[in-house]
């Protein structure tokens, strides 16, 4: 199934709501329908391109004067096992939340702690989506997909995606250029529950038993109760990426502020909780028109309705230049702004 549209508006394809328009739409079910599309028209090459999923992790600042894909290929399929693992293949158009809960629902382990994440499964390995002490890339196999530079149907390697802490070889030299057909994931049979993050052992331990779907079932508690639904509030998940800084300017912060919250962050860097460094810099629950701090989780930043993608950019600057002066700590945005 192909669709493609000219003028197309994008309200309903990103999670903060902006009302920006697509110069071309098109968005397709099967790789074979991709590839006919871009060959029956040489000048596509020219075009500027992005390629769209559920649109939960974009802000649209301006019209996109170029041509949107959104690869809706669906399919959840078995393709090996062995004792301990089954691999899964999912197609970059199945809701990512959905392949959690087949994959809590067949009793296979690895992707529970991710529940709820909002967007589709073509994104995850993207940014590599984490949380509650777990990240995608340590159940990716395989990423299949077209290279338009080259013509043709690729895969790659969890090796060769070079995942790192929200990022991989998709957000770098293959933006725009490699489009995510399916994934396929290793899960595992026998699963060793990963409950070190934050309130989540306590949250499991109220459920009675600890399993895959009590796992589930406290992340989603969680998350709901502190992160906004985006069919209530439009917002894109974290808008900042938490700080990776070196460990002396850690032990200099930490004799003014002796709650500052720290997290390895690798040989000598610590990671600091963005959230945190915003609500301390008195940003939470703010609002300046229709663009706001969420109340709840000082790193979403939400449209209360009108606020438009300058707005929403506008504010976060001012968090970036608050908790800069403040901290002396550069913010860097999750969040892809175009
Ligand atoms: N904090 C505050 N104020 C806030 C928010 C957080 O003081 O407004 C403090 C918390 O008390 C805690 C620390 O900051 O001490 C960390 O907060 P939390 O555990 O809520 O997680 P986070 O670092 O804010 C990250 C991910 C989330 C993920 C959670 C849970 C990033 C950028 N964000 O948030 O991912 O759900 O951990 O694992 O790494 C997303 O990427 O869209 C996302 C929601």
Known sequence: ??????????????????????????????????????????????????????????????????????PNVPGMNSVWEDRNHEWIEVGAGEVWDEFVEFAVNQ?????????????????????????????????????????????????????????AYRNSVFKNYLKNRFIITSVIFRLDKFPEFNLGYGQLEEKVKEKGETNLQSIREAVIEIRSSKLPD????????????????????????????????????????SKLAAGWLIEQAGWKGKRIGDAGVHEKQ???????????GKDIYALSEEICKSVSEKFRVSLEREVNCI
């Open 1 to 70: 199934m192909i669709r493609f549209s000219e003028n197309h508006s994008l309200k309903a394809h990103n999670t903060f709501g902006i009302d920006a328009k697509a110069k071309y739409y098109f968005e397709f079910t099967d790789l074979e329908d991709l590839e006919v599309f871009l060959k029956s028209n040489k000048s596509w090459k020219e075009e500027k391109l992005i390629v769209l999923g559920e649109g939960s992790n974009i802000l649209f600042m301006n019209d996109f004067d170029g041509l949107v894909i959104h």
């Open 230 to 269: 985006v069919k209530e509030l439009g917002n894109a998940g974290s808008f900042f990426k938490n700080p990776v800084v070196d460990n002396e300017i850690v032990e200099q912060l930490k004799e003014k502020y002796k709650d500052l919250p720290v997290y390895s962050g690798g040989e000598g860097k």
């Open 298 to 308: 000082a790193l979403v930043l939400v449209n209360y309705g009108k606020a438009t």
């Open 107 to 163: 009793s296979l382990g690895g992707a529970e702690n991710l529940s709820l994440i909002p967007g589709k499964v073509g994104a995850a390995p993207v940014q590599n989506i984490g949380a509650y002490g777990q990240e995608v890339c340590r159940l990716i196999e395989k990423v299949k997909g077209f290279d338009l530079e080259k013509g043709c149907a690729a895969e790659f390697s969890a090796t060769e995606c070079g995942f």
